[in-house]
């Protein structure tokens, strides 16, 4: 069936909103002390209309003094124009011109908060001026990112800018990939990296500046790290010397950067003892907005029309999508109609955007579109502010993203599940702007008016919704704890108490909520506190091969089985030899081992092949081979041999995980449903399990799904009698 392009999607006769700074702008117009490029400092004044209190201007008078005391850095980093165009594109930048006045603003104060408009160059400009100008001395500037993709793309950008190779002066750091080396002054990494160097540097003395970047999207690290860093530049920046140590081995001061895409500046502001707020205009041109006249059921389907839609109708120009998974059906569906195109038509050249794609694929998306072609960028909330794509004309928004929720918070259990979930109104702004970055602009909201008008306003910090366990535990290892901490948002006791419950039937914690040296172990894993236990555990019972081979693929960023709906039986019937009579874990297990053998005999091309042929993602296989060798890494640390297997004897496996997994169980009831051992929910083991249509007597699971039951995913059988052997609270359940 092709894609009806000429249908009635949109209601056109509906009066459009628009904003920008065009002719057709609704929005108040910007105050005239704005200049587009340059600052004001003062109070924000948000992208997208929302005036804050009075402005308040201040000149600059463009000086150009030393900074420190200190002659420009980038002799010392011997700057390598890589070609004239990136240098040229970077002088273009809506920043550049405000270049000096904001080097003097974040060397006159320790803490600045920027709010600037996305594509104005903060992320990529401001750590190289402060490298220029000498300001960040001789520490590295760590620049903070929510997202994995954003860390990798914009080391790239910038070492291109550079003209070097990420992992010399530019590098980054994210969970299971780093690349930084001795040269590294500039590193892009995520938030969790940074929270995570906590450990071993409590004042992060390689650092003498913190940029967090992204900070409006509230993810429990960054809010972790800001409340972090306010303890830190006590203790680095005081005058009176808190350490006792000589003035000579002082740690130099640190400086705080806090970005932002949206507002909320005055809430960093108030939080940092009213930081000095800085805003950065970007280039904004109007964006006309389009909304569906009724809701859409499917947004697949209907992103898919909407794209030919614009394909058939509209001038050259590149469309980006904002979906919040099915990226590649989605891909495989437009490439499948863009072939049945008539010959005279543009082409169609689809660039997906997410996490688990490989690197060099996510850079495609900044390569120039080539000459009669069209780009269509598949994304999901990567591109609403961490990374500006050029050249989007259109804005095509399913007003859906995957969002972080921790969905039995006061009972505890499981980790936290990403939900398909509607956005929020900044959101949707956001959305649409990425239109207007170039030019006239043209956003096709995949929801109604009305839809956009009962959206929340903004999102939630994650602080407040997502599992605290797993920070809990790192904050333990600080010395420090959750309700002591100086938090922009303080979580409520219920989850506080649940996360210490969690701790302590892991044993990472004692009664008296101290951290034992278990918990410490734990620590030292990039993993869930549930599944470092279950690679602990496995000292004990000899099997830490096999149990690092199945947590290795639980971690990955993708899924193991690939789930397409017109073929579910075929891939359930190819997959069917890899089914262990014991579950989910050892099935994996089966898969892991299967591919590790086809990877010794075969070619790239065949292994490649082989996972088709059974519905596998070989992305995540990769993926998690990697991560299994990041996690040897870390079991040589703390003495844990992880050669050591205990072959085809499958007990000492699921005991293991079911260490970690102790607040994922439950016990078959009369009615052949399960009751969860720490709740009072009833569960059913979800229709994708290998266990499906068993029934028995205990059964440990990875996840609960909500839909219109509650679902076991990622589930093992396991005997009652090994509860017996752990903490009181299970054993009287069982
Ligand atoms: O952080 P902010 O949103 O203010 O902007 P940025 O990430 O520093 O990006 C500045 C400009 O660099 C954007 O307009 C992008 O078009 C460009 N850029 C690029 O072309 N390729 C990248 N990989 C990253 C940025
Ligand atoms: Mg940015």
Sequence with gaps: KAPHVNGKHFDKSKKYTSFGDGSDDERPRKTPLVLNGSLTNGKAHGPNGQRHKKPRPSRFNGQNGLVNGQQDGSSKTSLKPSSIALQAQRKSLPIAKGRQALIDEINKHDITVLLGETGSGKTTQIPQYLLESGLAGTGIIAVTQPRKVAATSLAERVAAERGTLVGKLVGYSV?????????????????????????????????????????????????????????????????????????????????????????DAEKFSTFYENAKIIYIKGRQHPVKIFHTAQGQQDYGDSAMRT???????????????????????????????????????????????????????????????????????????????SLTIPGVKYVIDTGKCKEKRYLTRDTGGGFDALLTTD?????AMQRAGRAGREGTGFCFRLYTEEAYSKMELSTQPEILRCSLVSSLLQLKCLGEDLDELELMDKPDDIAIISAYKSLWLLDAINKNKEITPLGHEMAHFPLEPAYARAVIASKEYGCTSEVLDIISILSSSSKLFLDISEQREAAAEARLKFKHSSGDHLTILNVVRAYHDISQSEAKAARKDWCRKHFLNERTLLEANNIREQLRRVCSRLHIDYNTTCRDDEQPIIRSIAHGLVQNSAFIQPDGSYKQSMAQSLVKIHPSSSLCDKKVEAIIYDELIYTNQIYARGVSSIHKSFFATLGTLIQRQA
């Design 423 to 427: 956005i929020t109104k900044s959101s």
């Design 307 to 385: 794209f030919f839609q614009i394909h058939t109708d509209r001038p050259p120009g590149d469309v980006l999508i904002f979906l919040p998974e099915d990226i590649e059906s989605l891909q495989k569906s437009i490439q499948v109609f863009a072939k049945r195109l008539p010959q005279d038509k543009m082409e169609v050249l689809i660039c997906p955007m997410y996490a688990a794609q490989a690197p060099i694929e996510n850079a495609k998306v900044f390569h120039p579109t080539p000459p009669r072609t069209r780009k269509c960028i598949l994304a999901t909330n990567i591109a609403e502010t």
């Design 175 to 263: 969970r299971f990939d780093e690349r930084v080396g001795p040269d590294t002054r500039i590193k892009y990494m995520t938030d969790g990296m940074i929270v995570r160097e906590l450990l071993s540097d409590r004042l992060l003395s390689n650092y003498s500046v913190v940029i967090v970047d992204e900070a409006h999207e509230r993810t429990l690290r960054t809010d972790l790290l800001m409340a972090s860093l306010k303890r830190i530049q006590r203790e680095r920046n005081s005058p009176t010397d808190l350490k006792g140590k000589s003035s000579a081995n002082r740690l130099n001061p640190l400086k705080i950067i806090i970005m932002s895409a949206t507002l």
